[in-house]
């Protein structure tokens, strides 16, 4: 598979009635922001026809980051040398790209690096959003999307992408996020009822930076893809509510619940570990 660079630019939010002026104005990153990776996530979706035109999608974008305006930002330090995220709407990057293919005849995408194509590369990344639609010549869309992890966890990234869907679809953007991350300083004076530190979370330094996947050689890494079938899932569902059907406030198992759980169970038993360990 060839994936084609048709353009590559900078999008920026689209605000309805008067734009706030572009200043140096910064949110600090809370506490639970430092923790995290310091890093892009990536995430590939593929969409079947028909799928709306380019047009309608930057544009539903753009109407996003009216609303997430930490996203259209930069990475940068206060006075104090503390990370922060520069509030200068310098935009995110949106690539447009083709594949003279059609999608089922790469899809099931076998594991290896010709995926990394179909977003836009981790190195060196300055804006905190990167975006790639990738047209087939069946007519299916595949969305690349990249996101810094210091602005948002996988839930507030989610809820980004539901804005995206509803605003590319003329829809109101509901619920809007909350920009306020003072809401986790911390109280004065301090008042600890548990000792997260060292359990929770350790201590690092920051990563100016931090490896990305795209240095990875393909003989590093070995990737295992398992298909479960309907049946299988049905099966495991079922088993799962069943056992939990003698507690009053129990709810059935959801299939994603039974899955992980049967897998955590898998990878458990293959690693050997005694009776009473404690996993990660």
Same mark, same amino acid.
């Given at each position: 598979? &060839?994936? &084609?660079?048709?353009?590559?630019?900078?999008?920026?939010?689209?605000?309805?009635?008067?734009?706030?002026?572009?200043?140096?104005?910064?949110?600090?990153?809370?506490?639970?922001? &430092?923790?995290?990776?310091?890093?892009?996530?990536?995430? @590939?979706?593929?969409? #079947?026809?028909?799928?709306?035109?380019?047009?309608?999608?930057?544009?539903?974008?753009?109407?996003?980051?009216?609303?997430? #305006? !930490?996203?259209?930002?930069?990475?940068?330090?206060?006075?104090?040398?503390?990370?922060? @995220?520069?509030?200068?709407?310098?935009?995110? &990057?949106?690539? !447009?790209?083709?594949?003279?293919?059609?999608?089922?005849?790469?899809?099931?995408?076998?594991?290896?690096?010709?995926?990394?194509?179909?977003?836009?590369?981790?190195?060196?990344?300055?804006?905190?959003?990167?975006?790639?639609?990738?047209?087939?010549? %069946?007519?299916?869309?595949?969305?690349?999307?990249?996101?810094?992890?210091?602005?948002?966890?996988?839930?507030?990234?989610?809820?980004?992408?539901?804005?995206?869907? #509803?605003?590319?679809?003329?829809?109101?953007?509901?619920?809007?996020?909350?920009?306020? #991350?003072?809401?986790?300083?911390?109280?004065?004076?301090?008042?600890?009822?548990?000792?997260?530190?060292?359990?929770?979370?350790?201590?690092?330094?920051?990563?100016?930076? %931090?490896?990305?996947?795209?240095?990875?050689?393909?003989?590093?890494?070995?990737?295992?893809?398992?298909?479960?079938?309907?049946?299988?899932?049905?099966?495991?569902?079922?088993?799962?509510?069943?056992?939990?059907?003698?507690?009053?406030?129990?709810?059935?198992?959801?299939?994603? !619940?039974?899955?992980?759980?049967?897998?955590?169970?898998?990878?458990?038993?293959?690693?050997?570990?005694?009776?009473? !360990?404690?996993?990660?």
């Amino acid at each position: 598979m &060839k994936v &084609k660079i048709e353009s590559t630019r900078t999008i920026k939010p689209a605000y309805e009635g008067i734009s706030p002026s572009p200043t140096l104005h910064f949110i600090p990153l809370s506490v639970f922001d &430092k923790a995290t990776y310091n890093t892009h996530i990536a995430v @590939i979706y593929a969409y #079947r026809p028909p799928t709306p035109p380019n047009a309608t999608i930057e544009y539903g974008l753009k109407r996003a980051l009216s609303e997430y #305006r !930490e996203w259209a930002g930069r990475l940068g330090e206060n006075e104090k040398g503390d990370p922060v @995220i520069l509030m200068n709407e310098k935009g995110v &990057k949106f690539v !447009e790209a083709s594949v003279n293919d059609k999608l089922d005849h790469v899809m099931p995408l076998k594991p290896s690096s010709v995926i990394l194509s179909l977003h836009p590369s981790l190195k060196d990344v300055e804006e905190l959003v990167q975006v790639q639609l990738t047209r087939f010549t %069946c007519g299916s869309l595949v969305v690349g999307f990249t996101a810094h992890h210091l602005v948002a966890d996988g839930q507030s990234t989610s809820n980004f992408l539901v804005a995206w869907g #509803r605003a590319s679809r003329g829809l109101d953007m509901n619920p809007l996020p909350i920009h306020d #991350r003072t809401i986790f300083n911390p109280r004065k004076p301090p008042h600890f009822e548990f000792d997260h530190r060292g359990v929770e979370y350790k201590s690092k330094k920051m990563v100016k930076n %931090c490896p990305n996947v795209d240095n990875i050689v393909d003989d590093d890494i070995i990737v295992h893809k398992i298909h479960f079938t309907l049946d299988f899932l049905s099966k495991l569902k079922a088993r799962a509510s069943s056992s939990s059907n003698g507690h009053s406030n129990s709810k059935p198992s959801s299939t994603f !619940e039974s899955l992980v759980a049967h897998l955590w169970r898998a990878i458990t038993k293959a690693r050997g570990l005694g009776g009473f !360990e404690t996993t990660h």
